[in-house]
């Protein structure tokens, strides 16, 4: 299974970047949040992972495994009307440069992972989407999470986005 997931996810990411997502999927897990990873979402950008929790709650998880891509990434703040709760989600080496302002400690929520599992460390600032945005982001989730299982069943179908 785990290999599965890696083939769908992070192709283009060095293999820790798998890792990292594999902890935080755990974590979540474990919190009753349920995750995807590279959710296209409708301002083109896409998450690394999207969670949704038992009431419908969105939470996005932007991974970082290099502190040059951290320090570059200027795009992050994109996701944030995509999601009620956003985390960052890096492994022990990095964590402390996220407590810089430019990453908004005071909204968005910190993870620590490896391969094993993760900890919040940070918690993310609950900001609640509009209710029509919220349909619609549920809805983008739902269709994706199911479009991803029917491919299993016949991988003819691909993975569009």
Known sequence: MASQIESLCFTDEPPIAAEVARGVTRLFCRQDL?????????????????????????????????????????????????????????????????????????DAGLIVADRYDAAIVRHATERPLAPARRKAELLRFARRAARRLSAQIDPSLGEAS
């Open 34 to 106: 349920f995750a995807i990873c590279e959710m296209p979402l409708p301002n083109g950008r896409r998450a690394d992972l999207m969670a949704i929790d038992p009431k419908g709650g969105l939470t996005i998880v932007e991974i970082k495994v290099a502190k040059s891509d951290l320090v570059g990434d200027g795009k992050w703040t994109d996701y944030l009307e995509c999601c009620d709760r956003f985390f960052w989600a890096v492994p022990p080496h990095l964590a402390h440069i996220l407590d810089e302002e430019r990453y908004l400690p005071g």
